[in-house]
């Protein structure tokens, strides 16, 4: 057990009512979990409000609170710390008791709109492969080392980053990759951490449910790179109009990577087939098996990270040529018949562009290219014409489907996106709720050598619909489908 005022090292706090000369069990932001002995930190949420909670969580054995606001009944045997902001005080709460971990690792951070994931998996899994220890924050699953646990968030809240960051450093884990997301930084959900390193890939059309402008988005991936210390470096992705942004005002040292402008990390794509990209990476020449200029951005990051981070740059290229794909990105297969049929998380307007894009390259356009594609709900409604848009323009057919509606009317969703196809486009377009309907539709309509994309879900095994998640995975989904086609 740690003492309150030990963990309060670091907390901007306005005023206290009771000692801090107290013992603490664990701390937490959900009421439903505290226990005897425990801070209750009061959250306000954009559902509920945790201050609403107080009263619960004493009564549940909280002995302190941790509030921007006192409520209006205080109790003499509980203490009661007064913040500006209770989600910056939980962060450096949070790392203050489970000793400060992040200090004791190499902890990268990677944020942009699309890559985090790529880039934090593939940083992972070549630190393994160089023999290091290494640990794993990302939307698709958090690994200590060899044992996985099951992700929830992009970025995890602050206790959830510190638990396991402690796991890490107990397991003698060297360096850590963690996915950044916009929410994340916003929510202070990073305050308290040591960054060694922070990785830029890109910015595009996405979370403008939760950001109101661009601009504010933009500023907020900004904040990261402002945060970091003088120690670490920045490294960000220069052919992207934000890419300097982002580095204005970080004291951290300053490096690029770039496949069309000069670079501290330079690029050029040499071949880009099914089969994988031949790649000249500041000199020299390396095949990879990933595909797509947007993976040569993705490798070019990893490889600036890894020699940054002091590997040696012919290992590191050696390295890279050994990496397999990440679960639910440009994930494909081939049917008996011959029908390739391609799994990708593109959910932004700009990832489905660079797919899209990416597969009319490499094909010989005598076959046909058949997109499966839908927009979350509860989410970002300005991109649904937009996807719509581009799914029709690039692609032969294009099926517009559910992905996970959440607690909004499926179709509803489906009529927004048909808003943004071209009137030219009309005949490519079949609109089918369901999604496994559409799927299957896809797989009808293909002739061997044709070309099937499932945009959207990606890694992700199940469909949310009215809250409920249904199991729904989308490469066991169009496998299924392809083999009861076949026989």
Not at 41 to 47: E, K, L, M, N, T
Not at 202 to 212: R, V
Not at 330 to 344: E, G, L, M, R
Request: net charge negative; aromatic share 8%; hydrophobic share 40%.
């Amino acid at each position: 057990m740690s003492l309150l005022k030990d963990i309060l090292f670091k907390v901007a706090i306005e005023a206290v009512k009771g000692s801090t000369d107290v013992a603490i069990h664990k701390l937490d932001f959900d009421s439903r979990k505290i226990g005897s002995n425990d801070i209750f930190v009061a959250i306000r949420g954009s559902v509920s409000d945790g201050h609403d909670f107080i009263e619960k969580a004493i009564q549940l054995g909280a002995v302190a609170i941790v509030c921007d606001t006192f409520p209006e009944k205080i109790e003499k045997e509980v203490t009661y710390v007064l913040v500006k902001d209770t989600n910056t005080a939980m962060a450096f709460m949070a790392a203050n008791f489970f000793g400060d971990p992040s200090q004791h690792l190499k902890l990268v951070g990677i944020t942009g709109t699309n890559g985090k994931t790529t880039i934090a998996s593939l940083l992972f899994q070549l630190f393994q492969k160089a023999g290091f220890k290494v640990g794993l924050l990302s939307t698709v699953k958090i690994v200590v080392d060899t044992i996985e646990y099951k992700a929830t968030h992009t970025t995890p809240d602050s206790i959830t980053i510190n638990h396991y960051l402690k796991e890490m450093v107990d397991q003698g884990v060297e360096y850590c990759f963690m996915e950044v997301s916009s929410h994340g930084i916003h929510q202070k959900r990073t305050e308290g951490l040591h960054f060694v390193g922070g990785i830029f890939t890109n910015l595009s059309h996405d979370h403008l449910d939760y950001h109101p402008t661009f601009a504010e988005y933009r500023d907020v991936k900004k904040s990261f790179f402002d945060h970091l210390p003088k120690t670490a470096f920045a490294l960000s992705n220069i052919d992207d109009k934000n890419g300097q942004i982002v580095l204005q005002n970080t004291t951290a040292r300053k490096c690029s990577y770039a496949l069309k402008s000069y670079a501290d990390y330079k690029a050029q794509i040499l071949e880009n087939q099914l089969s994988g990209l031949l790649l000249k990476i500041n000199g020299n020449e390396v095949w990879v098996k990933l595909i797509g200029t947007f993976n040569a951005y993705n490798l070019l990051a990893i490889y600036g990270a890894a020699v940054e981070l002091g590997l040696e740059s012919l290992e590191v290229l050696r390295l890279l040529s050994d990496l397999e794909s990440v679960s639910g990105r440009f994930q494909f297969i081939v049917s008996a018949t011959n029908i390739t049929a391609i799994v990708d998380y593109a959910h932004t307007p700009d990832a489905l562009d660079n797919v899209l894009k990416t597969i009319n390259d490499i094909r010989t356009k005598n076959e046909q290219l058949i997109t499966v594609v839908g927009c979350g709900g509860n989410r970002d409604k300005t991109k649904r014409p937009i996807m719509a848009d581009i799914a029709t323009a690039l692609s032969d057919k294009a099926i517009l489907t559910s992905d996970n509606p959440r607690e909004e009317d499926p179709e509803a969703i489906i009529n927004e996106m048909e808003q943004g196809v071209a009137p030219q486009n009309y005949k490519k377009v079949l609109s089918i709720t369901d999604r496994k309907q559409a799927i299957k539709t896809a797989c009808q309509l293909a002739q061997p050598n044709d070309i099937i994309l499932i945009a959207g879900k990606g890694h992700e095994t199940y469909q949310e619909v009215k809250g409920i998640r249904h199991h729904f995975d989308d490469m066991e989904t169009i496998k299924e489908i392809l083999e009861q086609l076949n026989k």
